[in-house]
């Protein structure tokens, strides 16, 4: 079975396979002789981008760059791996995320108090440092390039303060990371994917969020590349419907005022009961599909209302 799906362009999609299958992406962008990878999930998705390169007979010194969008660690967490598998590879991220591919002690310590060290190793794995001298710490409009094939990096706050996107004018896509929100393929309402917001902890901001989709539509993509999960065909079709979300997860805030942690279950408890009654979801598929992130979610959501 392949390990990569195709979606034209020169741009495949990968399942890191994050918790379980179908939860986070990453992908592999392959123009001429060279590749990028954008997103990279964990120390555990490595094999995947092996397979794949032996797959389509490249080898590992063909990767150009690694690009995660942000230094969550569904997002970044392989990317050590990564570059020591791929010799010849750059690391492009964020200048506020730059500090914690370099040295991961403190990311790999918050992330620990978090989970535990046992599920910690279980999700993530290893965390190695990278080589200061191979991580580029690129700015706002910056371009990188496979060949002729130009990818832009666009800084977009408001689910990280270190997260940016890369515009793809090839392909006529983004790859959006979480700022795009999280539309898993089987979230279907009116014939269309549902977008929902990620406000995990703890930088949401949903005036830098807002503008940053604003950026991101004024490319006008074709498609966008999500992480949470696979590719998202047509975006401005969909984009009003994500805002109005964003909308309704703060003022549904708002109306809990969740001031500590007591607050969380009801907070969690309304949101699914909200999602489940604006686009018809059966309960089984908030448990099966969404629980966690209503539980992420809503940490994110209640830290934001207490610090704002």
């Known amino acids: 079975m392949k390990s990569y799906q195709p979606l034209g362009h020169g741009v495949y999609h990968l399942d890191s396979h994050y918790i379980k299958p179908g939860v986070a992406s990453f992908y592999c962008i392959v123009h001429q002789d060279e590749v990028a990878v954008i997103e990279t999930g964990t120390s555990h998705s490595l094999p ?6 032996i797959d389509l007979k490249l080898s590992p010194e063909q990767v150009k760059y690694i690009i995660p969008t942000h230094v969550h660690l569904d997002h970044a967490g392989g990317a050590g791996v990564m570059m020591q598998a791929c010799p010849n590879a750059q690391l492009i991220i964020h200048p506020r995320g730059a500090r ?13 108090d978090v989970y535990g060290e046992q599920l910690f190793n279980k999700l993530y794995g290893e965390i190695p440092a990278i080589d200061e001298t191979r991580v580029i710490a690129a700015q706002h409009e910056s371009s990188f390039y496979l060949n002729d094939r130009e990818l832009i990096i666009v800084d977009t706050p408001g689910h990280a ?16 990371g979480d ?3 999280l539309s898993y393929p089987n979230l279907i309402f009116q014939g269309k994917r549902v977008v929902l917001p990620t406000t995990t902890p703890v930088h949401f901001n949903p005036e830098a969020l807002f503008n940053s989709i604003d950026l991101l539509m004024s490319f006008q993509p074709e498609r966008m590349y999500l992480t949470h999960f696979n590719m998202l065909p047509d975006p401005s079709s969909v984009v009003d419907q994500f805002r109005k979300s964003i909308d309704d997860f ?11 942690d007591s ?7 309304e949101m699914g009961k909200m999602i489940s009654r604006q686009f018809e979801f059966s309960q089984d598929l908030i448990i099966n599909q969404l629980a966690m992130d209503i539980k992420l979610n809503s940490q994110g959501l209640a830290f934001w209302y207490q610090h704002r």
């Open 161 to 176: 303060y270190h997260h940016f996107c890369v515009v793809d004018s090839f392909s006529q896509g983004i790859f959006t």
């Open 250 to 260: 703060v003022q549904l805030t708002e109306l809990i005022k969740p001031v500590d």
């Open 100 to 112: 914690h591919m370099i040295d991961p002690t403190k990311l790999i310590s918050a992330t620990k």
């Open 48 to 53: 995947y981008l092996q397979q794949f390169l």
């Open 179 to 181: 700022t795009f929100g």
């Open 263 to 269: 607050c969380l279950p009801d907070l969690m408890k």
